[in-house]
């Protein structure tokens, strides 16, 4: 039997190491597509250096695009790969453009899916990622779970119980494993910060699209750099925005190109508090325990809220908020249920036990 997963963009990559690992254990064959989706070195190559993640059987090198343009040369590639390959299951990760399009490939063609971190709802139909999860989890077979109100969000919209298990948080086996590796005074060092320091990672459209929306940000890091410097790894989208509305202007804001995963994760390590609008940091920082401001008016991981760090900020609420991180006053609750670092070798057990069942075995 063949495994074909698809990653496509940054969050993809740590959440599909640890399951690739464990099936490659398992002596299962698999195929590997980067479909291109986040194509600069800063924000894919490196993960597969860093991560020991195979080197992909073929990249897709889509590129960006509107998300019409991206989706249907995703679609493209993949039905072409699906045909060639026949796999006997596409496993696809997280949100992004590159996870729906495989699961439509994948659906039409008739190949079972798995949809890693399924169930996961923000009920905020403005967001491109909350249309991919649903329609992502419409068409899988096997939905596999991080926390256990994904499971409830699922059960609400009628999905078979069968179908729905509940396996942990590959991206916490991935930071779990390279703990060791991440070095805090290194980066300090590195970017000439203070011992105290804030890391920011702006990227939503919502955020960064709109420039009075934009600026309004702005303003407000301005405002948060006068309590401690911020460092800001700044992604492509929305840059340009930015950065004309003079995000590095505050001479204690020090705006830096993408990280690599274990130079961000070190930065985040060593970090008083992060501001994000970022999923996948909202559930780093509560496995590190660092307090996380998330500049979104919804989570679609509340779980980190009640079992983490985090809390949900507006322009408004944000510098108060910030206040009682840096002065110690947030309580971290406890760890989420099976965010233990074997996420990646529960999925390969399921993943396998259904291949054996649709297979006869």
């Known amino acids: 039997m063949t495994l074909l997963h698809i ?19 398992m002596g299962v064959r698999q195929r590997l597509v980067h479909t291109g989706q986040h194509y600069d070195d800063r924000m894919s190559e490196v993960f597969f250096r860093e991560l020991d993640l195979p080197r992909p059987d073929i990249n897709l090198g889509v590129g960006s695009g509107s998300h019409a343009q991206q989706t249907a040369a995703i679609l ?9 390959t ?21 659906s039409k063609l008739g190949i079972p899916i798995a949809h890693v971190e399924a169930g996961l709802r923000s009920f905020d139909m403005s967001m491109p990622e ?21 499971i409830a969000h699922l059960a609400r919209e009628g999905v078979d ?23 805090p005074e290194r980066m ?38 006068s309590r401690a410097d911020i460092v800001l790894p700044l992604h492509p989208r929305g840059r340009a925005v930015l950065e ?46 660092i307090p996380c401001l998330t500049l979104r008016p919804n989570t679609e991981r509340p779980i980190t809220i009640t079992h983490g760090t985090n809390r949900l900020a507006t322009p408004a609420t944000l510098l108060s908020l910030l206040d009682d991180a840096l002065s110690g006053d947030v309580d971290v609750e406890r760890r989420p249920p099976l965010w233990d670092g074997h996420a990646g070798e ?16």
């Open 244 to 289: 004309a509305l003079g995000l590095d202007d505050h001479p204690r804001v020090h705006v830096v190109e993408p990280l690599g995963y274990l130079d961000f994760m070190s930065l985040v390590r060593g970090a008083q508090a992060v501001i994000t609008d970022s999923g996948g940091v909202q559930e780093e920082t509560t496995m590190l325990g």
């Open 7 to 25: 990653t496509g963009a940054r969050p993809n990559f740590p959440k599909a190491a640890p399951v690739i690992a464990a099936l490659a254990r």
């Open 161 to 183: 119980p069968e179908r729905i298990h509940l396996v942990g948080n590959p991206m916490i086996d991935t930071l779990l494993a390279n703990l060791d590796r991440l070095d």
């Open 188 to 225: 300090q060092a590195r970017l000439q910060l203070p011992d105290t320091y804030i890391v920011a990672t702006l990227h939503r459209p919502g955020n960064v699209d709109d420039p009075e929306t934009a600026g309004e940000l702005v303003a407000l890091l301005h405002s948060a750099a």
């Open 76 to 84: 493209v590639g993949l039905e072409e790969e699906m045909l060639t």
């Open 346 to 361: 529960r999925i390969a057990n399921i993943v396998l036990d259904e291949l054996r069942g649709r297979d006869g075995r």
């Open 86 to 106: 026949r796999p006997e299951m596409v496993v696809v990760y997280g949100d992004v453009n590159s996870t729906l399009a495989a699961a439509v490939a994948a």
């Open 130 to 150: 909350e249309i991919n999860r649903i329609v992502t989890d419409r068409l899988s077979d096997l939905l596999l779970c991080t926390s256990p109100d994904a």
